[in-house]
T-cell receptor, first 113, second 111 residues
């Protein structure tokens, strides 16, 4: 009963490097989300995908890109990592819109040196 | 900018005590969700409140939605060490895809 699976769980990057965070859900959900969580700031939405084939910016999209590869998978890419992007990144999914509960993965802890 | 303020930010109490966590906003929400997050894991939904004045109970946890749907509270009776975690509230506006998140209340229950 996997739910939402994120890879990797931990990553350390140097400033300027690029990487892609992977997310997959097996609940046949239509909507998927990427958040970052920083101490004292709660969860901030980076990008979301309301349905397969669509993506939209959230509150803090600068420095990130996303791809909704298919209904199951939603990836987040950092093209040129910056120390300000050090954070814990969570992927979530829901059946449809925000009225439905969101199901979260266990996060990727990313440090940019 | 819509804000959802949670208080207190941090609470450390002894097992057996009662506590209340608050979420307040100037915005009206169509519903409000409460999540709990444990270290190293993602948030997990506890409850959704929808109607103004609604009260929902989950064992020792009581959730209330304000009459005007601008605020909510979580009351825990006789706290247990297993209640330790980060409690997050999230408001739903207009059935879009963006929740309004509170910053969270970090709760520690000491044995």
């Amino acid at each position: 009963n996997a739910g939402v699976t994120q890879t990797p769980k931990f990553q350390v990057l140097k400033t300027g490097q690029s990487m892609t965070l992977q997310c997959a859900q097996d609940m046949n959900h239509n909507s998927m989300y990427w958040y970052r969580q920083d101490p004292g700031m709660g969860l901030r939405l980076i990008y979301y995908s309301a349905s397969e084939g669509t993506t939209d910016k959230g509150e803090v999209p600068n420095g990130y890109n996303v791809s909704r590869l298919n209904k199951r998978e939603f990836s987040l890419r950092l093209e040129s990592a910056a120390p300000s992007q050090t954070s814990v990144y969570f992927c979530a999914s829901s059946i449809w819109d925000s009225n439905q509960p969101q199901h979260f993965g266990d996060g990727t802890r990313l440090s940019i040196l | 900018t819509q804000l959802l303020e949670q208080s207190p930010q941090f609470l450390s109490i002894q097992e057996g005590e009662n506590l209340t966590v608050y979420c307040n906003s100037s915005s009206v929400f169509s519903s409000l969700q409460w999540y709990r997050q444990e270290p190293g894991e993602g948030p997990v939904l506890l409850v959704t409140v929808v109607t103004g004045g609604e009260v929902k109970k989950l064992k020792r946890l009581t959730f209330q939605f304000g009459d005007a749907r601008k605020d909510s509270s979580l009351h825990i009776t006789a706290a247990q060490t297993g209640d330790t975690g980060l409690y997050l509230c999230a408001g739903v506006v207009d059935s879009n895809y963006q929740l309004i998140w509170g910053a969270g209340t970090k709760l520690i229950i000491k044995p």
